[in-house]
């Protein structure tokens, strides 16, 4: 099969206009007038709301390509993503009426294609009028207040029509590739490779089945060598992030005509077994045999403007993930099905994925055209997308069933809504699963408990989403209340950069409850939650820049007390993803790297507390007592217990230390203990009591070392910030040597780097430090107009 890339002599135009301009395809409207410097950039300050406006418009795109004419039995028009109503014209014919992004579209043009040049024209209709009109047709079908009435409506990603942390932007245009493919009329358009394990996974069988045949199969292994038939001894397995390595076999299928090559389909997959175990209302990855640990964050798209992304974009992002120790990460059902470069990443960087189909906060009309739509959509990026190694489950939809479940989005006033619901993520999902995807595992929403309505977000059974810490106003200390069997969504705001906010604002507009400001910031009244829970943690901070820091020590903060708590309790909890890990446009969002691909405390914070072996300390009575400042220094009991996580395939055997020390970093009372750590469990500590200690003035380190190494420490207060009487640190820092050297006369907490353009990517940052120094490792950014700052800075 030959193909060819219709990527070149593009032009588009607002219907309407005369006036045509140069395109770009794969691209988008807004890509294209940006380029064209008719739009403004859509970021910028209020700019979103003339973007908008500008969505009411059609838009024509035209095309010019040559073509030879052949002896091909078959030609194929194929468009891998069409965003989103669309006429499609070949030489003048219409070919067809495009209504689904995230399908594969194809029309037989072999008839209708000319020698020379040929016209390919496409003619977009405005997604917002589109919603509009459908709306007035059926107002009961409905979503999220967060976005525009009518989103439901309409077969494409439904973050572009706004969401609690993005823009009203609902780009249009030919957003993936399009290929004329020619030869003969049989083709590879269904392969499947299953994997057969013996049962101590010393052997596997592929088998692989395809849509026409004859076929010739070969394999190579990871280090290119030439494997001989389908059964592959002692192979080498694919194991998540801090596991294992993630070798992977290219396998490739060769379609054959009378000994002629006609078709050719390569793929490489990673070797494993990879299911989910829902036994006595558990949740839990399972990874050649191994229950895993999820941890990670929800993946939202990269950008509003699709042609920003691309793969050196998602590397950066998902080295990043790496680097802070991710082993899964769920893309949410909202956005869009990931390309083919994320899931090539995953495979590489030994991530498992949540993948949930692309419902989301909606109720739909099961109609039968609809229903066509979207089992063409999930066949299409099921049989494109199933041959990955990190993919580790489907999911139906995001928060749908417990939402239908109360009649929420129009299920209260139409019974039929509630019917659709279940035929469609219980009956049709399922069963297409069956036949195209048999050996994943099959979840119908998150949060839920298996489907049918049973008390899907129950905090005891399945996945769960839990937002009492945030939007119920609720104290950290709220997460310990509960032992989650697998967190999927939790989360907590945060401001991004300075230098980020700068790319949207004027100075004059660097308020939080500035109109720039709260434009983009898409969640209601979350400034103010922010500094309302700034108030109870640190002292009101003395500038803009120092309440940024502030914020993201906030955000770090709550996601550390929730996840620490959980991993304490692996076995009965068996994963925390945290909402979010990325933004689509600069914002304050729950993200913890924002869209120019700055880290937040957060992500700092992640490499800590998602590392394999890791050391954390259950306060127990402290932190209510910072609420009641006048309670006396004797009636809090001060007592700490220390756990060890073990998310490890071995024993670990080292020395766990903690001291009682003074706002100046000196010991007062200290104490070490050998521990043994068996494989993939959590060993708790004595519980200390610590009578003397002064609530404001005392504080506890701990570390856990092997051979003399730290692996992982940290430490804790027994009141909040804002009453600790911290002692100015002095704190310094310098290039020296490659690195950066950081030291401090006292007690720092959450130290902070920047340099002037606040790129700066560290071995760690946002760290404490006990007075003395540190050494820490540049992995990108120059050490130009150094600064360094800690809780102490707060004031």
């Given at each position: 099969?030959?193909?060819?890339?219709?990527?070149?002599?593009?032009?588009?135009?607002?219907?309407?206009?005369?006036?045509?301009?140069?395109?770009?395809?794969?691209?988008?409207?807004?890509?294209?007038?940006?380029?064209a410097?008719?739009?403004?950039?859509?970021?910028?300050?209020?700019?979103?709301?003339?973007?908008?406006?500008?969505?009411?418009?059609?838009?024509?795109?035209?095309?010019?390509?040559?073509?030879?004419?052949?002896?091909?039995?078959?030609?194929?028009?194929?468009?891998?993503?069409?965003?989103?109503?669309?006429?499609?014209?070949?030489?003048?014919?219409?070919?067809?009426?495009?209504?689904?992004?995230?399908?594969?579209?194809?029309?037989?043009?072999?008839?209708?294609?000319?020698?020379?040049?040929?016209?390919?024209?496409?003619?977009?209709?405005?997604?917002?009028?589109?919603?509009?009109?459908?709306?007035?047709?059926?107002?009961?079908?409905?979503?999220?207040?967060?976005?525009?009435?009518?989103?439901?409506?309409?077969?494409?990603?439904?973050?572009?029509?706004?969401?609690?942390?993005?823009?009203?932007l609902?780009?249009?245009?030919?957003?993936?590739?399009?290929?004329?493919?020619?030869?003969?009329?049989?083709?590879?358009?269904?392969?499947y490779?299953?994997?057969?394990?013996?049962?101590?996974?010393?052997?596997?069988?592929?088998?692989?089945?395809?849509?026409?045949?004859?076929?010739?199969?070969?394999?190579?292994?990871?280090?290119?060598?030439?494997?001989?038939?389908?059964?592959?001894?002692?192979?080498?397995?694919?194991?998540?992030?801090?596991?294992g390595?993630?070798?992977?076999?290219t396998?490739?299928?060769?379609?054959?005509?009378?000994?002629?090559?006609?078709?050719?389909?390569?793929?490489?997959?990673?070797?494993?077994?990879?299911?989910?175990?829902?036994?006595?209302?558990?949740?839990?990855?399972?990874?050649?045999?191994?229950?895993?640990?999820?941890?990670?964050?929800?993946?939202?798209?990269?950008?509003?403007?699709?042609?920003?992304?691309?793969?050196?974009?998602?590397?950066?992002?998902?080295?990043?993930?790496?680097?802070?120790?991710?082993?899964?990460?769920?893309?949410?059902?909202?956005?869009?099905?990931?390309?083919?470069?994320?899931?090539?990443?995953?495979?590489?960087?030994?991530?498992?994925?949540?993948?949930?189909?692309?419902?989301?906060?909606?109720?739909?009309?099961?109609?039968?055209?609809?229903?066509?739509?979207?089992?063409?959509?999930?066949?299409?990026?099921?049989?494109?997308?199933?041959h990955?190694?990190?993919?580790?489950?489907?999911?139906?939809?995001?928060?749908?069933?417990q939402?239908?479940?109360?009649?929420?989005?129009?299920?209260?006033?139409?019974?039929?809504?509630?019917?659709?619901?279940?035929?469609?993520?219980?009956?049709?999902?399922?069963?297409?699963?069956?036949?195209?995807?048999?050996?994943?595992?099959?979840?119908?929403?998150?949060?839920?408990?298996?489907?049918?309505?049973?008390?899907?977000?129950?905090?005891?059974r399945?996945?769960?989403h839990?937002?009492?810490?945030?939007?119920?106003?609720?104290?950290?200390?709220?997460?310990?209340?509960?032992?989650?069997?697998?967190?999927?969504?939790?989360?907590?705001?945060?401001?991004p950069s300075?230098?980020?906010?700068?790319?949207?604002?004027?100075?004059?507009?660097?308020?939080?409850?500035?109109?720039?400001?709260?434009?983009?910031?898409?969640n209601?009244?979350?400034?103010?939650?922010?500094?309302?829970?700034?108030?109870?943690?640190?002292?009101?901070?003395?500038d803009?820049?120092?309440?940024?820091?502030?914020?993201?020590?906030?955000?770090?903060?709550?996601?550390?007390?929730?996840?620490?708590?959980?991993?304490?309790?692996?076995?009965?909890?068996?994963?925390?993803?945290?909402w979010?890990?990325?933004?689509?446009?600069?914002?304050?969002?729950?993200?913890?790297?924002?869209?120019?691909?700055?880290?937040?405390?957060?992500?700092?914070?992640?490499?800590?507390?998602?590392?394999?072996?890791?050391?954390?300390?259950?306060?127990?009575?402290?932190?209510?007592?910072?609420?009641?400042?006048?309670?006396?220094?004797?009636?809090?009991?001060?007592?700490?217990?220390?756990?060890?996580?073990?998310?490890?395939?071995?024993?670990?055997?080292?020395?766990?230390?903690?001291?009682?020390?003074?706002?100046s970093?000196?010991?007062?009372?200290?104490?070490?203990?050998?521990?043994?750590?068996?494989?993939?469990?959590?060993?708790?500590?004595?519980?200390?009591?610590?009578?003397?200690?002064?609530?404001?003035?005392?504080?506890?380190?701990?570390s856990?070392?092997?051979?003399?190494e730290?692996?992982?420490?940290?430490?804790?207060l027994?009141?909040?910030?804002?009453?600790?009487?911290?002692?100015?640190?002095?704190?310094?820092?310098?290039?020296?040597?490659?690195?950066?050297?950081?030291?401090?006369?006292?007690?720092?907490?959450?130290?902070?780097?920047?340099?002037?353009?606040?790129?700066?990517?560290?071995?760690?940052?946002?760290?404490?430090?006990?007075?003395?120094?540190?050494r820490?490792?540049?992995?990108?950014?120059?050490?130009?107009?150094?600064?360094?700052?800690?809780?102490?800075?707060?004031?």
């Open positions: 099969m030959k193909k060819l890339d219709i990527t070149i002599n593009w032009k588009m135009r607002i219907m309407g206009q005369d006036k045509w301009y140069p395109a770009t395809v794969p691209g988008s409207v807004y890509n294209d007038l940006i380029n410097e008719v739009l403004d950039d859509p970021y910028w300050r209020d700019n979103e709301l003339r973007s908008l406006e500008l969505m009411k418009n059609d838009f024509e795109y035209i095309g010019v390509f040559e073509y030879e004419e052949t002896n091909d039995e078959e030609v194929i028009l194929q468009f891998n993503g069409i965003d989103t109503i669309a006429d499609v014209y070949l030489n003048d014919k219409l070919l067809g009426y495009a209504d689904n992004m995230h399908r594969t579209w194809e029309y037989e043009v072999k008839d209708i294609l000319i020698s020379g040049n040929n016209k390919l024209r496409v003619y977009f209709h405005s997604p917002t009028e589109y919603i509009a009109h459908k709306y007035k047709e059926d107002p009961l079908i409905l979503g999220t207040e967060d976005a525009m009435r009518g989103f439901p409506h309409i077969r494409k990603a439904h973050y572009m029509f706004g969401w609690d942390w993005g823009p009203r609902p780009d249009a245009g030919i957003w993936r590739d399009v290929n004329l493919l020619s030869g003969a009329k049989k083709r590879l358009t269904n392969v490779i299953r994997q057969q394990f013996n049962d101590d996974l010393s052997s596997v069988e592929l088998s692989i089945k395809t849509n026409e045949g004859p076929v010739k199969i070969s394999i190579k292994d990871p280090d290119g060598q030439l494997i001989e038939g389908t059964t592959i001894s002692n192979p080498k397995l694919w194991w998540p992030n801090n596991l390595g993630q070798p992977l076999y396998v490739t299928v060769d379609l054959t005509d009378n000994g002629r090559i006609i078709d050719t389909y390569t793929r490489r997959i990673g070797l494993r077994t990879l299911s989910v175990s829902t036994e006595g209302g558990e949740f839990a990855h399972v990874v050649n045999g191994i229950k895993i640990f999820a941890m990670g964050a929800d993946y939202i798209p990269e950008d509003n403007i699709l042609p920003r992304m691309n793969r050196e974009r998602t590397r950066e992002l998902l080295s990043k993930c790496k680097a802070a120790n991710f082993n899964a990460i769920r893309v949410w059902g909202g956005g869009l099905y990931p390309s083919d470069d994320f899931y090539d990443l995953c495979d590489e960087m030994g991530f498992i994925v949540w993948q949930d189909f692309c419902f989301a906060c909606a109720n739909y009309r099961l109609t039968p055209g609809f229903e066509e739509s979207i089992l063409a959509e999930i066949r299409d990026n099921v049989r494109r997308l199933r990955h190694a990190s993919l580790g489950l489907w999911c139906g939809n995001n928060e749908m069933e939402f239908v479940d109360v009649g929420e989005w129009g299920a209260h006033e139409d019974p039929k809504i509630r019917e659709d619901y279940l035929k469609m993520y219980e009956d049709l999902f399922p069963k297409l699963l069956k036949e195209e995807d048999p050996d994943r595992f099959y979840w119908p929403a998150s949060p839920s408990c298996g489907g049918g309505f049973d008390n899907p977000n129950d905090p005891d399945g996945d769960v839990y937002w009492e810490v945030w939007h119920g106003n609720k104290p950290f200390t709220e997460y310990r209340k509960y032992r989650f069997r697998y967190l999927s969504e939790f989360g907590f705001q945060s401001f300075l230098k980020t906010i700068e790319t949207f604002t004027i100075p004059e507009d660097r308020n939080v409850f500035s109109y720039v400001m709260e434009k983009h910031q898409r209601a009244s979350a400034n103010g939650k922010i500094m309302n829970y700034l108030e109870q943690t640190f002292l009101y901070p003395n803009f820049g120092t309440l940024i820091y502030a914020s993201q020590l906030l955000q770090a903060e709550a996601i550390k007390y929730g996840v620490e708590h959980l991993r304490r309790n692996r076995g009965r909890c068996m994963g925390a993803v945290y979010q890990l990325n933004d689509c446009w600069p914002v304050a969002s729950w993200s913890s790297i924002d869209y120019y691909g700055r880290l937040k405390a957060l992500h700092y914070y992640a490499r800590r507390f998602f590392a394999p072996v890791m050391i954390s300390c259950e306060e127990e009575g402290l932190l209510t007592h910072s609420l009641n400042i006048n309670a006396e220094n004797n009636d809090v009991r001060r007592a700490v217990r220390l756990n060890v996580v073990n998310d490890t395939l071995s024993t670990r055997e080292g020395t766990v230390r903690w001291q009682l020390r003074d706002a970093g000196a010991v007062l009372q200290e104490h070490e203990q050998e521990v043994s750590v068996p494989a993939m469990t959590a060993l708790w500590l004595n519980t200390v009591e610590l009578p003397g200690a002064d609530l404001y003035a005392n504080y506890v380190s701990y856990y070392e092997e051979s003399g730290v692996i992982s420490e940290g430490t804790v027994f009141c909040q910030p804002k009453f600790f009487k911290f002692e100015d640190p002095c704190l310094e820092v310098k290039f020296e040597g490659g690195e950066l050297l950081v030291s401090a006369r006292a007690y720092a907490k959450s130290i902070c780097i920047q340099n002037q353009n606040d790129d700066l990517i560290l071995s760690d940052n946002y760290f404490d430090l006990n007075g003395g120094s540190r820490v490792k540049i992995i990108s950014g120059e050490p130009q107009g150094l600064t360094v700052k800690s809780v102490y800075s707060i004031r």
